[in-house]
């Protein structure tokens, strides 16, 4: 299968756009599935239902509230472009952030469930050894929801790979810098004889978003072994 230059463009934009999504919401992620997996506190039902509320919006819906936040004359857009001259209207950054938003519900429930499957008398014991908390977050907590962490990277990234709604509402369709593999397979899909182009594109995403499923299941069990079950 031979792809044209502009479709070999459009996968290298959607793995970058990805990649960039899932790095730069990992650690919300994290800091998320953690308070929600170790604290109590007033509002935890609310909080735990804004973190999962993309899972269930319209994603045009999730597109035009970030399309207000982030826009030219949005609080959060005007603040970066004050005072950083960054915009991410109508650029590859952009369309990273509307991918981290949607994959964020996916990585806290996977994390979540492998930080409340970790045994706390572990930390505990650790904790009677001498081990301060971050010491025992580093040696006992961390590599225990390792595996946890890794699966909703992937899983993560497969949701980046797919997503469509909020990306083009948020920062549009632009060949060579918004334009990912979802856009661009609706874009062909307008063109009188884009079949092929369709074709070829589609066959790229289901390979790429089966072998991040692959990736993510096998994580899982990994993290599951030796616990008698599975985190996700």
């Given at each position: 299968?031979?792809?044209?230059?502009?479709?070999?463009?459009?996968?290298?934009?959607?793995?970058?756009?990805?990649?960039?999504?899932?790095?730069?919401?990992?650690?919300?992620?994290?800091a998320l599935a953690w308070v929600l997996a170790r604290?109590?506190?007033?509002?935890?039902?609310l909080v735990d239902a804004i973190v999962h509320l993309?899972?269930?919006?319209?994603?045009?819906?999730?597109?035009?509230?970030?399309?207000?936040?982030?826009?030219?004359?949005?609080?959060?857009?005007?603040?970066?472009?004050?005072?950083?001259?960054?915009?991410?209207?109508?650029?590859?950054?952009?369309?990273?952030?509307?991918?981290?938003?949607?994959?964020?519900?996916?990585?806290?429930?996977?994390?979540?469930?492998?930080?409340?499957?970790?045994?706390?008398?572990?930390?505990?014991?650790?904790?009677?050894?001498?081990a301060g908390p971050w010491r025992s977050f580093a040696?006992?907590?961390?590599?225990?929801?390792?595996?946890?962490?890794?699966?909703?990277?992937?899983?993560?990234?497969?949701?980046?790979?797919?997503?469509?709604?909020?990306?083009?509402?948020?920062?549009?369709?632009?060949?060579?810098?918004?334009?990912?593999?979802?856009?661009?397979?609706?874009?062909?899909?307008?063109?009188?004889?884009?079949?092929?182009?369709?074709?070829?594109?589609?066959?790229?995403?289901?390979?790429?978003?089966?072998?991040?499923?692959?990736?993510?299941?096998?994580?899982?069990?990994?993290?599951?072994?030796?616990?008698?079950?599975?985190?996700?």
């Open positions: 299968m031979l792809l044209s230059p502009d479709e070999w463009e459009v996968v290298r934009l959607s793995l970058k756009v990805s990649v960039a999504g899932v790095a730069v919401v990992l650690p919300a992620a994290f604290w109590r506190f007033p509002g935890k039902l993309p899972l269930v919006l319209p994603p045009v819906v999730t597109g035009w509230l970030l399309l207000l936040a982030f826009g030219a004359n949005g609080p959060v857009g005007r603040w970066l472009a004050d005072w950083f001259g960054v915009t991410v209207m109508f650029r590859w950054t952009g369309a990273a952030l509307a991918a981290a938003v949607m994959a964020l519900p996916l990585m806290v429930r996977a994390i979540r469930l492998s930080i409340e499957a970790v045994d706390r008398r572990l930390e505990g014991a650790a904790r009677t050894l001498g040696t006992v907590t961390l590599p225990l929801c390792l595996p946890g962490v890794l699966a909703a990277l992937v899983l993560g990234f497969a949701r980046s790979i797919g997503e469509f709604g909020a990306t083009i509402t948020f920062v549009s369709n632009i060949p060579g810098e918004t334009r990912t593999l979802p856009i661009a397979i609706y874009a062909a899909l307008q063109q009188p004889g884009g079949d092929v182009a369709v074709a070829r594109l589609s066959l790229i995403a289901v390979l790429l978003s089966l072998a991040a499923l692959v990736a993510s299941e096998w994580l899982a069990r990994r993290a599951g072994a030796g616990r008698g079950g599975h985190v996700l």
